[in-house]
């Protein structure tokens, strides 16, 4: 007779009070300001959860959190959990009218938040709810009938929610998605509000690791924290990863790194010059790179070493089916570039539901996300880049993260995006916006992209400008910034 299979999926909050009972005084969260226990989690949350009832949040609801990066934001997630609620993340910084449209689409009861964000909701902060109720003792076990709720990273304009394919459970001996073990030490620079810092940060601790919040990125500060910390897991994106390379050498030989065991990079293409320098200062197989979409419908993963061995891609297919197809819906071989569309494996439930939004399909289940690319003859997956980005130079398509790529190589670039401005004679003209270090000058990053790109793909006119181009997350807004311009040389022209 065979063993009985025991299912080990719990609820999230049934999960926290597990690893409270196993490991009380571990550290759970750190953040800049406080070190949080396992026990102080558990109690903690209780007494949120039932302040976030006495402030009306049902079972089934979703709650928009508006927090930066901190132990107050996991406080309000697993609370959210325990009462059988949706955490629904937004930026801290989001102006008000782009925050009241996710949180109508939301129909959130409340918001949790600071200062920094404005609605039409009633706003409270971690310790307004803890305010509300002083019980931390055991909170009644519930299951939110959706896991996450996060906001999309396109530049529509119009909000849109991706709903979780699965409840608010975890399976306590599932290998994690990201490499973490329970004895992880996780370093995380990245914004908790994106989706691939929420998930593999709470992935961690699902498993017991110790999670360490940075406020924001800073590139120094994200080497010390793995220097003080023991970091042995970090998640980043190229542009931090880039200015992490571009400090000083004598700054970066000054933390001690060698604890790290996996370091995650993805949510943009990672210019492969760096990529390179990467793998050759931390190790092959420290470095890990997925490609994915918030929907989750199939996932690529590639180590340093497949990654040396196909320079520029971003993996062979490790959970579901990617197939690139022509304009036609016409599924193309090997070597030939298409749309890349994504398919759940066969007898699956939905990974995700969109609130705002309807999915782009194909006959057969197929999902696209928008992405350019081929597969070579090994099946690994090659990007070019967004279909919506593309740029029609002349009857050529030319595809910004080349260029990107080939700017953000120069040392003196810090950050930049490429765009399309309309142009009579070409269709198209490519527009160059530099973030730039000090020392830098047009005619040095003319003479820097001759020797990189073909002429067609060399921009006509640049522009430098002092702000961030990319977010916390490492995201663009290409159509917004197009349309800021467009909007400047109308301006221009009725002067």
């Known amino acids: ?206 498993k017991g690791a110790h999670l360490v919040l940075l406020p924001r990125f800073d590139a120094e500060k994200t080497l010390e924290a793995v220097h003080t910390h023991g970091g042995t897991w970090m998640y980043l994106v190229p542009t931090m990863m880039s200015r992490i390379w571009k400090l000083p050498e004598e700054v970066r030989a000054k933390y001690d790194v060698s604890t790290l065991r996996t370091v995650w990079h993805l949510a943009a293409p990672c210019p492969p010059w760096l990529k390179e320098a990467w793998i050759n200062w931390l190790g092959h197989e420290v470095i890990m790179e997925l490609y994915a979409g918030t929907e989750a419908q199939a996932v690529t993963i590639i180590t340093g070493t497949e990654w040396l061995a196909h320079r520029g891609s971003v993996g062979k297919v490790a959970f579901g089916e990617m197939a690139a197809f022509d304009g036609d819906g016409n599924r193309l071989p090997p070597g030939e570039i298409g749309e890349v569309f994504m398919r759940r494996p066969e007898g699956s439930a939905p990974s995700y539901h969109y609130r705002g939004a309807s999915a782009r399909t194909l006959e057969g289940g197929w999902e696209s996300l928008g992405d350019i690319g081929y597969f070579d003859e090994d099946g690994y997956l090659y990007l070019a880049d967004r279909r919506t980005d593309m740029i029609l130079v002349g009857g050529s398509n030319v595809y910004p993260a080349e260029i990107e790529a080939a700017l953000d190589e120069h040392p003196l670039v810090q950050s930049s995006a490429v765009i399309g401005l309309p142009d009579d004679e070409m269709g198209n003209q490519i527009h160059a916006i530099i973030q730039p270090r000090e020392g830098l000058t047009e005619q040095a990053v003319r003479d820097h992209l001759k020797s990189m790109l073909v002429t067609y793909k060399q921009p006509r006119t640049f522009e430098f400008v002092a702000e961030n181009i990319r977010d916390d997350a490492g995201k663009v807004r290409r159509t917004q910034l197009r349309d800021e311009r467009i909007a400047r040389l109308k301006e221009t022209a009725k002067a």
Request: glycine share 10%; aromatic share 6%; proline share 9%.
């Open 1 to 206: 007779m065979s063993d009985p299979i025991v299912d080990d999926t719990v609820s999230l909050g049934r999960r926290l009070a597990e690893l409270a009972q196993e490991r009380p005084d571990r550290p759970a969260v750190t953040d800049h300001v406080r070190t949080v226990t396992w026990a102080e989690l558990d109690r903690r949350t209780n007494r949120i959860a039932r302040g976030l009832m006495a402030a009306g949040v049902k079972q089934g609801d979703l709650v928009t959190i508006g927090l930066p990066n901190s132990a107050d934001f996991i406080e309000a997630c697993f609370a959210l959990w325990k009462v059988g609620a949706t955490p629904q993340p937004i930026s801290y910084r989001l102006p008000r009218h782009e925050a009241e449209a996710v949180m109508d689409l939301a129909e959130t009861p409340i918001l949790i938040a600071g200062d920094s964000v404005e609605g039409n909701k009633p706003r409270y902060d971690v310790p307004a709810l803890l305010a509300l109720s002083d019980d931390d003792s055991p909170h009644e076990d519930r299951i939110a009938p959706y896991y996450k709720a996060p906001t999309s990273g396109g530049s529509t304009g119009r909000p849109k929610l991706i709903l979780s394919g699965g409840p608010g459970v975890t399976n306590r001996n599932a290998a994690g998605a990201y490499r973490t073990v329970e004895d992880d030490t996780m370093i995380m620079p990245g914004p908790m509000y994106h989706n691939g810092p929420f998930t593999s940060a709470f992935g961690g601790l699902f």
